[in-house]
């Protein structure tokens, strides 16, 4: 059974960082496109950032030149390194993302979520 484990969240003041982590475990064959989503109380859930597996990588405008996300392929892992961190980015975070286990086809995946909030 595949699942989606996230780490890394807290809290931290406005202007620090945090480093959320995403792990994928389970009998896995491949993974596609990893996406970190964040929802705010009272507001529809938003993609922050993706990457492809070739690497290629997009961002929320609101997050660009603060987050970056990056994958290890080897560990399936995915990584969200957000620096400079404001009050508006206090949210749930959810990592997803499109998977092929061993005898299966593609499915989406998703996490249980990890509190970030950005407060003094």
């Known amino acids: 059974q595949v699942q989606l484990v996230e780490s890394g969240g807290g809290l931290v003041q406005p202007g620090g960082s945090l480093r959320l982590s995403c792990a994928a475990s389970?009998?896995?064959?491949?993974?596609?496109?990893i996406r970190w989503y964040r929802q705010a109380p009272g507001t529809q859930r938003e993609l922050v950032a993706g990457?492809?597996?070739?690497?290629?990588?997009n961002y929320a405008d609101s997050v660009k030149g603060r987050f970056t996300i990056s994958r290890d392929n080897a560990k399936n892992t995915v990584y969200l390194q957000m620096n400079s961190l404001k009050p508006e980015d206090t949210a749930v975070y959810y990592c997803?993302?499109?998977?092929?286990?061993?005898?299966?086809?593609?499915?989406?995946?998703w996490g249980q979520g990890t509190q970030v909030t950005v407060s003094s």
């Open positions: 990457v492809t597996s070739g690497g290629s990588t």
């Open positions: 997803y993302a499109r998977i092929r286990a061993a005898y299966s086809s593609f499915r989406d995946y």
């Open positions: 389970g009998s896995i064959r491949s993974i596609n496109d």
